[in-house]
């Protein structure tokens, strides 16, 4: 009995370390990754009972869910730019407090459907301001924290994301068990409290900096304030910014990093159908699988997003990532004729390999996609940069069902050099723009003392 506290003491004390190293550094990261895992909490709970209950409990024919969640998909497609365009004109700290304000109320108008338009428009609607509001989290994660803590902030998100989720699932299997329609509508009024209190939070972050003083020029003063304001439309860079649509740099980045985000697909469509036509694994894998990795996830985000901190750092990761994802492609093709455990053996290796190459993938792209935006039309590149991501997922189910799978162990191969093609084009269009040289002028005497110390002071 003496040691049972101690253990238990050990297990609190190891969750919490954990914990720690997983939260962002700043007070200002904390409270968003706090923010955000109340937000994937609501989240879970709706992805988990929505669609059973506007089947079973509204009456929606299957069949009519199904079609209006691919025409909610397509929709989305584009939401991303407008509203990334009107970031870079209002803000996009105000853009994004807006945006969930009006998700919240959308969200908590579900409670109230009771037949099929008023879910087909919601659903729309809603679908489209969700693929909206993701790379403006970017943006604002970068106003926030900037500099060499914004590549771990948004690793912080990502990994409490995934524990909010796999809360959000156990609270919905509870309102599935009691399947009242009270239990629901509650379901949903949580989700939408959900997005207030993220709303809240870096609302009070972008209060609060426009209460701060600002710091001193000599750089003595307190230090930066938590959330930079954005800049007065006067005070902005001239806004003559291409469109990213027309920066040819950037979307080659875009599309190449689209490709190689196909372990997604990999990972959610094609591993479930080639576990259980091609090898000899049991198909209760699967969950195992993807398990491992949430799991990985959550324990790798944080750690490698060290790596990336810098845009050197990114870089140099693109290749890095690389590596993993082609191992995981050769074992993959060698689980297909090895025996039942063996075979099983070798996904879980490979799932493994893919979930690191894919941390190590995320992570570099993010500083990169950012970095390659400009500060006037930030918001607008980074919406039009999610399109990659988004045409992913359109063209990834179908690649993988249609061609990889059906090619055998030859897909893994095709799949391999798919990814090396992508990650070369990424690490090759990825590197920092450059700087228009300064002009020069003619340098000042050596033994003029005023010259001197007007030339080293540069703006």
Sequence with gaps: MSGEPNGRTGVAGRAARLLLAILPKTPAGRRLAAGAAVDSVGSGMFLAASTLYF????????????????????????????????????????????????RGLGYAGFALVDSFWPYAVLTCVLTALDRGCSPLQQVVVGIVEGGENQTRTMASIRSVRNIGLTAGFLLAGAVLAIEEQAAFVALFLGNALTFWVIAAVVEQLRRRSAAAPAPAADGAGAGPSPVSPAPAPAEREPAAVRSPFR??????????????????????ILLPLWLITATDAPSSSVSVLLAVNTVLTVLLQVYVSRFA???????????????????????????????????????????????????????????????????PARARYLAAFSLGMTGQQIVG???????????????????????????????????????????????????????????????
């Design 247 to 268: 920066d040819l740099r950037f979307m080659l980045f875009t599309v190449s990093n689209g490709v190689l985000s196909l372990h997604d697909s990999v990972l959610f």
């Design 55 to 102: 089947v079973t409990v509204v009456g929606l024919p299957a069949a009519q869910v199904g079609i209006v969640l691919s025409v909610a998909a397509a929709a989305g497609l584009l939401s991303p730019v407008p509203l990334g365009r009107l970031a870079d004109r209002v803000g996009p700290v105000k853009v994004y407090v807006g945006l969930l304000a009006v």
């Design 397 to 459: 189910p179908v690649l993988m069902t249609g061609v990889l799978l059906p090619m055998g162990t030859a897909g893994w191969a095709v799949l391999a050099v798919v990814y090396a093609l992508a990650a070369l084009v990424v690490r090759a269009t990825g590197a920092p723009r450059t700087a228009p040289a300064p002009p020069k002028t003619d340098p000042a005497p050596a033994s003029s003392p005023a010259s001197r110390s007007s030339s080293e002071v540069t703006p």
């Design 309 to 375: 901190e810098t845009t050197a750092g990114a870089l140099r990761l693109v290749p890095v990532a690389l590596v993993p994802l082609l191992v995981s492609c050769a074992v993959f093709a060698g689980a297909e004729h090895v025996p039942v455990w063996p075979a099983a053996a070798c996904a879980v290796l490979a799932v493994v390999l893919l979930t690191v190459g894919e941390n190590l993938h995320s992570v570099a792209v993010w500083n990169l996609s950012y970095e390659l935006s400009p500060p």
